[in-house]
């Protein structure tokens, strides 16, 4: 039986590409999740793109960064520089808030492989064939130009060519007008891109506002400001309290829920499940008579004292965050208007919150597998609208991991469509991956496992993590040594030294920070119970009368760290962060450096809270561009005391009982015209 002839397939290149195409782009980072999620900046930070680029055969390569706005469909390109092992690089800096793309494109470039190899000839022969096909190359370039450009082009390549052909050619003379580093830039301005590669997707990019990268957080209740034992606060008492807390060098000052609290199931002081007349309740459990999510507590004031206090606070260089809890109180409005939204039981009643054995009858979670799921999300966005129409364009969201994460995605993504400046803190103690996971939905900061994290080992590693692993492109970190919700028991000796020494981490090891202000600021630290986190008197269920005159109050050291975070711009930011060894388990040494490495910090923290301790730290001159040999000066900014520093070893002993730490500004040694040494 005779075959059959089997039919010839023609050539075709696996990506479905010219097959010419020789350039491969192998990678382009940095990239979140192949795509899918977008790198976070601020805008004015510059973005450092890396491209795995390379070519079979030894042809040059030209690699370029391509970037733009979202609104912008044409966008910039810029050249990326070889680092050796198939590895470019190049940056860019967006420059305002919103959302970029950005990709790459590579191509074997004719052109620079020519001059690659011209460079390298030394036979006359070799270069007469050689410049007469750079002659060829030119006059491809000339015809891509314009003006000019194109004439100055067609002139070199007819003079190269005459040059090559000329019986009295000089192999010399000849070399270098083929080699001519001017006109060369601007042939290189003209490549042929017809056999360019381009990489697969534009990769996204979100440019925040300054406050996203760096913030200082006091977080109060607004119920507890009121001078007088007994009498609710109000945001006229809080509005008296702001040049207290702009003085600390605060720039957020954060409210938990200011809506009306429920009074079916309401919480009693401690967290007692039955309250007494009295009792205020908690501010989570959201909603009554008087309104929902969209309403303030009558006690705090009324709209318009919120809206002058967002001005009164702007006015000392303050914001005012919000934190927004989906959630209900029993007897909130939504309840009766929407029983679609909640889980209902057997016996007829509304499922409350549970974290078996913990029960918070108090309040209802949503249902976010309702078949009314559209409109619930409608309406909890709209929650987000109407305090952006009041003036709040920053938000604490309260445990976001218990919300479908797809609403997420599309609340943040709608809201900062029209309204990038707006902020998303994310309160979610739980898993990694699902903190993660939120964090590339779309919140701007993140909490942290900071408050449990103690000891030497677990704060160089976890920090370590925050401020480069694979998450520092898209997680910002917000630490926290306390809230209302967590009093660790490193805290609940009420030893000055600690609460300073944990001040000084939080502040220093991360660009954004936060303090349960009044509590922290006046070390509160009696626990409920042994062994609980929660605080004995717990501002969550009662008024709070705060002594702000307390002698001591850690105010002043709190206005000092601040006041340096501010001053230093290595301290605005996360990735420069570098540990440092130094030979004793309680001393915790760390440099950080600003983008453009002009200002560097070093601290040092004891972490004993009772005894004096020392050591040697290894910190090499050069690495905080300080001539080696040569003296540098290291000025303490939290006493003000200067030390100078020679060599690659230098002694420091901190004593907890007064100050558990060193905040160095390195001071370069310079010489000035009359040769004197200074420091600056």
Known sequence: MAEKNTPVRPPTHPDGADGRVRAVIDAVLPIVDGGRFPVKRVAGEALRVQAHCFADGHDML??????????????????????????????????AIGRYRYTVAAWVDAFESWRHDMARRVELDDIRIASQIGALEIAAAAERANGVERKTLARWGMELHSAA??????????????????????????????????YPLELPLVADRDRARFSSWYELFPRSTATETGRHGSFKDVAARLPAIAAMGFDVLYFPPIHPIGRVQRKGKNNALVAKADDVGSPWAIGAAEG?????????????DFRHLIAQAAGHGLEIALDIAFQCAPDHPYVKAHP??????????????????????????FNFESEDWPALWAELKSVFDHWIAEGVKIFRVDNPHTKAFPFWEWAIGEIKRQHPEVIFLAEAFTRPKVMHRLAKLGFTQSYTYFTWRNDKQELTEYFTELSAGPGSEYFRPNVWPNTPDILHERLQGGEPAVFMARLVLAATLAANYGIYGPAFELREHL????????????????????????????????ARVNGI???????????????????????????????????????????????VQSGWLALDPASIDCEAGHPFQMHDLLSNQRFVWQGDRHFVRLDPHSVPAHIFRVRRRVRDEREFDYFQ
Do not use: C
């Open 62 to 95: 030209r690699v370029m960064l391509r970037w733009r706005s979202e609104d912008d469909a044409h966008g910039a390109e810029l050249p990326m520089k070889p680092l050796g092992n198939d590895v470019w690089q190049a940056e860019f800096t967006p420059p």
């Open 165 to 198: 052909v000329a019986d009295a050619a000089d192999a010399t003379v000849l070399k270098a007008l083929a080699l001519d580093e001017a006109l060369a830039a601007l042939a290189a301005r003209y490549p042929d891109r017809r056999l360019a590669a381009q």
């Open 292 to 304: 929902g999510h969209k309403s303030i507590l009558p006690e705090l004031g009324t709209a318009e």
């Open 340 to 365: 679609s939204w909640f889980r209902w039981r057997p016996d007829g009643s509304v499922q409350y919150a549970e974290n078996p054995p913990k029960k918070y009858q108090d309040i209802y979670p």
């Open 527 to 558: 626990p409920r119970e042994p062994g609980s986190e929660e605080y004995l008197h717990s501002e969550k269920y009662q008024l709070r009368a705060w002594n702000h005159d307390d002698p001591g109050s850690l105010a002043p050291f709190i």
């Open 565 to 611: 975070r501010r001053d230093n711009p290595a301290l605005h930011a996360d990735r420069g962060l570098r540990f440092l060894a130094i030979d004793n388990d309680q001393l915790l040494a760390y440099a950080k450096r600003s983008d453009d490495g002009v200002n560097v910090v070093v601290t040092v923290v004891n972490l004993d809270p009772h005894n």
